[in-house]
């Protein structure tokens, strides 16, 4: 096989970004002549690596068809790792999905959980050959080392400086990206969802914690100790009783997460009813929010509202037109949409909250998956070059 180089990978990722592009617009943007545009265009054709599209509109002359990638080319596996569950599937380079698994757990040990992260890595292979799968992308909670592929804080799996992506390389010998599970979700929406068309975007992932992730200039932006973006822990509410899971007291995390907004709830229903069901399901707090019911809607309402005074801050800073959430909580019909802008607009600076749009992931309970998809294939031609 001919080993490609700088050119053609740049070739590729012209062709991965524009699937509608033309040779001569290829022959353009890589500054070449259409005649080192054709000798490019074999060699990855020769290689299985693009096709063509569809027969562009003529400008006189012989109709021109435009070049595309062969999502076929390869497959992905795809991770998500969180602190109770593991999801794993397998797609196609174009993120069509081909099968998709959840296991759930309540283990802490690292031990086990590593043998669980091999084991759903395992059943996937006995089904799939390897030689068909390209590369594995693992979505990670906690901080995380995506150059160096290490864990530097897990938080539920106890783990601290691991290096995952050498122990996962070295045991299945395919190439692994892997990176802190919201940033991978923003880089899902930049890839597949509703960010395509803009570099600058926030991403706010709602479930038993809060996470954020900022995405400036057409990349994620990691901060200096890859922590940027940790929104949860904004402090939220002065001389709170609410302590969370860093430790501190009144963070956004521990105020209006799923799992704070059903404590809240369930306080309150106690002081109303004599017997409470602690196994209400947060799915069911937000169905009975969205229809009005209390202290559903009240809880949710300004949970809502603490989370949209948290994201005005940020915007304050950042000046980004585009928020996304993702989480359970954007099913609440306008609820949480609603009181969200209140919040932002309580504490944004007049005149930045122009052109501003906040909006549900248009992912939504995929976005996880896709997060993982992502991180293979922005580095099929750039960054680790994963098609050699």
């Avoid at 599937?89 to 802490?108: Q, T």
């Avoid at 959430?325 to 949480?336: C, E, K, M, Q």
């Avoid at 909250?353 to 906040?358: A, I, Q, V, Y």
Wanted: hydrophobic residues 40%.
């Amino acid at each position: 096989m001919k080993k490609l180089n700088i050119t053609d990978y740049k070739a590729l990722e012209e062709i991965r970004t524009n699937n509608k592009i033309s040779r001569i617009k290829l022959s353009g943007s890589l500054e070449l002549t259409p005649a080192a545009v054709t000798k490019i265009i074999k060699k990855l054709s020769g290689l299985k690596l693009i096709e063509n599209n569809n027969i562009l509109k003529s400008t006189g002359g012989r109709p021109e068809k435009s070049l595309k990638i062969n999502h076929r080319y390869k497959m992905i596996l795809g991770i998500n790792f969180g602190p109770e569950f593991i999801e794993t599937a397998l797609s196609y380079l174009d993120g069509e999905l081909l099968c998709m698994k959840r296991r759930n757990f309540y283990i802490r040990s690292q031990e086990k959980i590593l043998r669980i992260l091999f084991e759903e890595i395992d059943n996937v292979l006995e089904e799939y050959s390897k030689d068909d799968i390209l590369g594995i992308g693992l979505a990670l909670h906690g901080t995380v080392n995506r150059e160096k592929g290490i864990s530097i804080f897990s938080p539920h799996f106890g783990w601290k400086n691991l290096n995952i992506q050498e122990l996962i390389e070295k045991k299945y010998s395919l190439p692994v990206i892997i990176d802190n599970d919201v940033r991978a979700m923003a880089i899902a929406e930049h890839e597949f969802g509703r960010a395509q068309n803009t570099d600058n975007f926030l991403v706010i992932h709602i479930s038993n914690g809060i996470g954020g992730a900022i995405f400036l200039n057409g990349k994620t932006y990691e901060g200096s100790d890859f922590s940027a973006g940790e929104i949860g822990h904004i402090t939220a509410v002065e001389n709170s009783s609410r302590r969370c899971s860093c430790g501190k007291y009144g963070c956004l995390e521990a105020e209006s997460s799923d799992e704070a907004i059903k404590n809240k709830v369930l306080t309150e229903l106690e002081k109303i009813q004599e017997k409470v069901d602690i196994s209400l399901k947060t799915e069911d707090i937000y169905k009975m929010a969205a229809e009005k019911k209390e202290p559903y809607f009240s809880v949710v309402r300004n949970s809502s509202y603490e989370i949209g005074k948290a994201v005005g801050n940020l915007l304050n800073i950042l000046n980004i037109k585009l928020v996304i959430v993702a989480g359970r909580i954007v099913n609440t019909d306008s609820l949480f949409f609603v009181n969200l802008n209140k919040g932002i607009k309580k504490n944004i600076l007049d005149g930045l909250e122009k052109d501003l749009h906040t909006v549900p992931a248009k992912l939504y309970d995929s976005i996880g998956i896709y997060g993982a998809f992502s991180l293979v294939t922005t580095n099929l031609f750039k960054g680790r070059k994963l098609i050699k």
